[in-house]
């Protein structure tokens, strides 16, 4: 990926199971699916890619890993999260 060519948007998102992810979706700097509900409701793909993600349920983390994948029929909904100033 080329530097400037993706933002990194952090999100929460609780999915069946009542299992919570924490991670980062990378979304285009321009064009078309520049914003998280327009990446989300993009009916052509079925999942969403997230990096760093954390699995936590009822409070206690259970997982992370570095990349995850998610089918949107499991989500029960997605927040976007403030961005950290590096």
Known sequence: MAEGVFKKIPVEIEISGGRL?????NLPTSGYKTRL?????DTANSFIPLTNAVISKDGRMEKKYHSIIINKAAIIHIVELEQKED
Request: glycine share 10%; charged share 20%; net charge negative.
């Open 21 to 25: 992810v924490e991670g980062v979706v």
């Open 37 to 41: 509900s327009d990446f989300v409701n």
